[in-house]
């Protein structure tokens, strides 16, 4: 679900109210449905209500999709995963309430204000690692971990988008045995696939770890690891990456170690999410975590939906 720079007003077609939530404006759009700014019943406080596409809502494999991200969201808690407010996968238009987070996602950043520094990308990394390994400790893997779903907010990154999360299971082999393909085509975004995903091979935790990989090395340059091209072409290259892996070269340390390791081409020599939150030591709470014109696009998308206060603002 790719997000705005802010809210934007509703439009003529879109509803007005779902289930008692009032919606107030769109804060995203993609291929399931929209997303929007709603207010919680009894707190008050922001939430983001993504409602499905009305042509989905008929399609019985669409519903069974989401019906599978609600399960995953409401499974997984920790920090820096977005919590489930409220729900409803079997009305006639389901949707997903969470908290609504205001931040910019990844790849609007490094697509307007180019790379991030050493330091910001280390914090980012031992985050979203932290938040995948309580993905996987609730027996799921993500699948999808890519720049637009990790959002920059004052408070860290946070990961989003589980609508395509499956459950895994280890046998005696070590390997997982989740489905990764539906009819015809497969699951997941092609440019930040692990090798395993690649091929069409059964995935395990250890393919967020090398996805979040890719993510790292790119925020860190601005470009991806396995280099140009569309999708395909790029998936191709990292399901070769035992014969051709990346240069990383251009990745200062500590940060081309923790690259090297969590890029290896068998799952089984990448480190688990926790071993890769360890040595980054993030600073969970320093709203001076990333660079001034990132923080001030943040904090504007903040005031948009805040108001403004003083004493409470993220960067003052």
Not at 87 to 103: C, F, I, N, Q, S
Request: charged residues 25%.
């Amino acid at each position: 679900m790719r997000g705005t720079r802010g809210p934007e007003p509703l439009r003529d077609e879109d509803p007005r109210e779902v289930a008692g939530y009032v919606l107030t404006a769109r804060i995203g759009e993609g291929g399931m449905g929209t997303v929007f700014l709603t207010r919680g019943r009894d707190d008050g406080l922001p939430v983001a209500l993504k409602l499905i596409r009305r042509e989905h809502a008929e399609n019985e494999k669409f519903r069974r999709r989401f019906a599978r991200e609600v399960e995953a969201a409401r499974a997984v808690q920790g920090h820096h995963l977005v919590p489930v407010v409220d729900h409803d996968a079997d009305a006639e238009r389901p949707w997903l309430a969470t908290r609504y987070v205001p931040g910019l996602p990844l790849d609007e950043a490094l697509g307007e204000f180019g790379p991030l520094p050493l330091d910001c990308v280390l914090r980012l990394t031992a985050c979203a690692a932290r938040a995948l390994s309580a993905v996987h400790a609730a027996g799921l893997v993500h699948r999808d971990v890519k720049p637009a779903n990790l959002l920059l907010t004052a408070q860290g990154p946070w990961l989003l988008d589980f609508g395509i999360a499956r459950g895994w299971a280890r046998t005696e082999s070590g390997e997982g045995t989740s489905a990764l393909t539906t009819v015809g085509r497969m699951v997941g975004t092609p440019k930040y696939m692990s090798p395993e995903h690649a091929l069409g091979r059964a995935l395990t935790p250890a393919s967020d770890v090398f996805t979040l990989g890719l993510v790292a090395a790119e925020a860190a340059t601005g470009r991806h690891p396995y280099g140009e091209g569309g999708g395909l072409v790029v998936a191709t290259r990292i399901a070769g990456t035992a014969h051709e892996p990346p240069d990383l070269s251009a990745h200062p340390e500590p940060l081309r170690r923790l690259l090297t390791a969590t890029l290896a081409p068998r799952p089984e020599d990448r480190p688990a999410a926790d071993e890769v939150a360890s040595p980054c030591t993030p600073s969970h709470h320093s709203p001076d975590w990333l660079p001034r014109s990132v923080a001030a696009a943040v904090t504007a998308i903040h005031r948009s939906t805040h108001p403004p206060d003083p004493r409470t603002s993220p960067w003052r």
